[in-house]
């Protein structure tokens, strides 16, 4: 892409939080801010168990931070779930450091990127639409 061509297009996220005892949310949020040519918000919602069409309508990716997956088990399965039900791509983010994922994940997960912002955005940008 060429430095004066931009993609306008504004991604919705839904990107895995809960028990987060290396911080990866953070560090993860930090990559996506860190390139400002890349438009991005989050959805949140009190319960993906609960959150229906209209809600998951509106997400482009769900971002599914791998090394959190151990003690957030129930909330990564919800949104599995949502995935699924809704052709939501699902991108897949290694642990810092780590080339093995959960296999459960990685069945599902649409792309897997390690921790490069580069490769994360090209990554969301480019996880196909159907799974």
């Known amino acids: 892409m060429f430095e004066d061509e931009r993609d306008d297009k504004i991604y919705n996220l839904i990107i895995t939080n809960g028990i987060d005892k290396n911080n990866e949310y953070a560090q993860f949020t930090e990559k996506l801010y860190s390139k400002v ?6 959805s949140i ?20 931070l791998a090394g959190l997956y151990n003690d957030n088990k129930e909330l990564f399965e919800h ?17 810092m450091g780590v080339e093995e994922v959960p296999e459960v994940l990685e069945e599902k997960a649409a792309t897997i990127v390690g921790w490069n ?4 955005i090209d990554s969301i940008k480019d996880a196909p639409e159907t799974m």
Do not use: M, Q
Request: hydrophobic share 45%.
């Open 37 to 42: 040519d890349f438009l991005w918000k989050e």
């Open 45 to 64: 919602s009190g319960s993906y168990e609960h959150a229906g069409e209209t809600f998951y309508s509106k997400v482009d990716r769900i971002i599914l």
């Open 79 to 95: 949104l599995l779930t949502a995935a699924d039900k809704y052709d939501i791509p699902l991108v897949l983010v290694r642990p």
């Open 117 to 120: 912002a580069n490769c994360i």
